[in-house]
């Protein structure tokens, strides 16, 4: 689990402050950086909504 955890994080984290200030300058809004952590966290919101499924009423103990 190391490896996706520092994928994820070299790439959504450590980009994140290039990319928003890349954001800024290229459209002049100082708001306009937060478009990236918005869409990412949608994007990681969808993905665990698809993949992962309820546990509740299921043995975990086979």
């Given at each position: 689990m190391s490896f996706p955890y520092h994928?994820?994080?070299?790439?959504?984290?450590?980009?994140l402050?290039?990319?928003a200030t890349a954001l800024v300058a290229?459209?002049?809004?100082?708001?306009?950086?937060?478009w990236y952590?918005?869409?990412?966290?949608?994007i990681t919101a969808v993905i665990g909504v698809l993949?992962?499924?309820e546990n509740k009423d299921v043995d975990?103990?086979?």
């Open positions: 994928i994820g994080n070299g790439w959504f984290g450590g980009m402050p290039l990319l290229w459209s002049g809004d100082i708001y306009y950086g937060l952590p918005i869409i990412v966290s949608i993949f992962l499924h975990l103990n086979v």
